[in-house]
């Protein structure tokens, strides 16, 4: 079993900073892609960061330049880096990852909790 931890949220006013952490712990073998998902209000989750296994990271045009993703594999924790933040991030960010929980090859999809981000104006 594989269990995700986010962290990080919280209130800022436009223009700051947050950043975000999602960590993996349980039975993990090896992590591929790690991804990051924003649901603004009333919204759908929409796919805004990903990083391979190797660091490279690809971005919703909304958050490029902006956001950062980035990974630490010995932790197995994944983070967001989000700068210049707007209004319209506000929402719920999730990460998401592809793991392979045991040797066998076998990939599988785990979600995190959520983490609400508010910025206001």
């Known amino acids: 079993q594989v269990h995700l931890v986010e962290s990080g949220g919280g209130l800022v006013q436009a223009g700051g900073s947050l950043k975000l952490s999602c960590a993996a712990s349980?039975?993990?073998?090896?992590?591929?892609?790690m991804s990051w998902y924003h649901q603004a209000p009333g919204k759908q989750r929409e796919l805004i960061a990903i990083?391979?296994?190797?660091?490279?990271?690809d971005y919703a045009d909304s958050v490029k330049g902006r956001f950062t993703a980035s990974r630490d594999n010995a932790k197995n924790t994944v983070y967001l880096q989000m700068n210049s933040l707007k209004p319209e991030d506000t929402g719920v960010y999730s990460c998401y990852i592809l793991a392979q929980p045991t040797m066998d090859g076998r990939r599988y999809g785990y979600w995190g909790q959520g983490t609400q981000v508010t910025v206001s104006s």
């Open positions: 349980g039975t993990i073998f090896n992590i591929d892609t």
């Open positions: 990083i391979d296994a190797h660091g490279g990271t």
